[in-house]
């Protein structure tokens, strides 16, 4: 009677482990397909490398980037090149930051695009560290070849990994 119950019991966890897995992958689904359903516009390929401005003892709470917010190593967050600014909205002082996709070596980010500028020739962004460290763990490559980079309309996104 003890082992039909405790049977039951098990049964009971492990359908309910299951059902909560299953459900957690539909909404990483879902959120995966309306990304790539709200990216506008083709893809920009090119080489990503990774960025860290602040200088301590130079600017307080780190430098300000293009929108006017401080750099911040630990959010999900890049700067474009200059001549891809237009491209993904126009990243302007002041104004709401915009997000794009970051595809690369089989994974997938969603970044504030905060800051621009002029990067090295063959390298369309710079991600900060955290951003970085997602698609190269030990940061150890510096840069990453084939990153794909699509702008995300509207302004009410969530960044971190995407599926």
């Known amino acids: 009677m003890v082992f039909r119950s405790s049977a039951a019991i098990c049964g009971a966890l492990i359908a309910l482990v ?18 790539v359903d709200a990216a506008s516009g083709d893809a920009i390929v090119g080489a990503a490398s990774t960025y ?12 300000s980037t293009a929108s006017g917010e401080r750099y911040d190593p630990s959010v999900w967050a890049a700067a474009i090149k200059t001549n891809l600014r237009q491209k993904f909205g126009g990243i302007k002082f002041g104004a709401r ?11 997938k980010v969603i970044v504030k695009i905060n800051d621009v500028g002029p990067l090295r020739p063959g390298r369309i962004i710079d991600l ?7 698609f190269d763990p ?20 969530t960044t971190g990994p995407v599926g």
């Open 128 to 134: 900060n560290e955290r951003t970085m460290r997602h």
């Open 97 to 107: 930051p915009k997000y794009a996709l970051v595809e690369a070596v089989g994974k």
């Open 138 to 157: 030990s940061m150890e490559l510096g840069v990453i070849p084939d990153v794909a980079v699509k702008p995300l309309s509207g302004d009410d996104w």
């Open 18 to 35: 299951v059902s909560v897995s299953v459900a957690r992958s539909e909404t990483n689904r879902v959120h995966s397909s309306a990304v």
């Open 52 to 63: 860290n401005p602040f200088k301590p003892g130079k600017e307080e709470g780190g430098p």
